[in-house]
């Protein structure tokens, strides 16, 4: 494992709000990714990291932003969450150079009523 | 588009018995590929990679791929009812450039039946 935590571990929260996840690593990996996990649709890339403030976007990133400040955290921002971002959240790290092998953390289920 | 196609399943086995699991994958020149085990409610966890045509066997499990065939399969010998989850195939995007980016089947459910 890449030592890798996620806050919080379930939110719930109302459409309209803000929410913000965080990624926290531990491995000193430079790529880091967020993932959204949905029934039927799979692990679908939401932005990613290539560095400490290169960030890009990945396949579903409409409504969602990312930062990365430090290299050890990665934070997920839905800026006006809705009930279509309803899903478990993951995120996950690789080392630069390496297999292309992803580690992944626990996960952040949230609901958003 | 790119795609990597699994069977959805549930695929069910007796205790003891071969797994086969079975992804394609849509992009011709796809170099990387990744086989993932989710429990349920957990995450991902990686069971091994395989680069190259032919088999890689790691214990009890191993992946297959055939690039002219652009097919990657994982066995799982000897099947434990702890082997029941979700298997993930995982392919390295083509257009990712160096960015390392996974395209995921959306997995396939194993139940291995005491």
């Known amino acids: 494992d890449a030592g890798i935590t996620q806050s919080p571990r379930h939110k719930v929260t109302e459409t309209g709000t803000p929410v913000t996840l965080r990624c926290h690593q531990t491995?000193?990996?430079?790529?880091m990714y967020w993932y959204r996990q949905d029934p039927g649709h799979g692990l679908r890339l939401i932005h990613y990291?290539?560095?400490?403030?290169?960030?890009d976007k990945g396949e579903v990133s409409d409504g969602y932003s990312v930062s990365r400040s430090k290299t050890e955290d990665f934070l997920l921002t839905l800026e006006s969450a809705t009930s279509s971002q309803t899903s478990v959240y993951f995120c996950?790290?690789?080392?630069?150079?390496?297999?292309?092998?992803?580690?992944f953390g626990p996960g952040t289920r949230l609901t958003v009523l | 588009q790119k795609e990597v196609e699994q069977n959805s399943g549930p695929l069910s086995v007796p205790e003891g018995a071969i797994a086969s699991l079975n992804c394609t994958y849509s992009d011709q020149g796809s170099q990387s590929f990744f086989w993932y085990r989710q429990y349920s409610g957990k995450s991902p966890e990686l069971i091994m990679f395989?680069?190259?045509?032919g088999d890689k066997e790691d214990g009890r499990f191993t992946a297959q791929l055939n690039k002219a065939s652009q097919y990657v399969s994982l066995l799982i010998r000897d099947s434990q009812p702890s082997d029941s989850a979700t298997y993930l195939c995982?392919?390295?995007?083509?257009?990712?450039?160096?960015?390392?980016?996974?395209?995921f089947g959306k997995g396939t459910k194993l139940s291995v039946k005491p």
């Open positions: 491995e000193n990996h430079r790529y």
């Open positions: 995982a392919v390295k995007d083509l257009y990712g450039g160096s960015q390392g980016n996974l395209i």
């Open positions: 395989i680069y190259s045509n």
């Open positions: 996950a790290t690789r080392l630069a150079g390496s297999t292309d092998t992803q580690y």
């Open positions: 990291s290539y560095g400490v403030k290169d960030t």
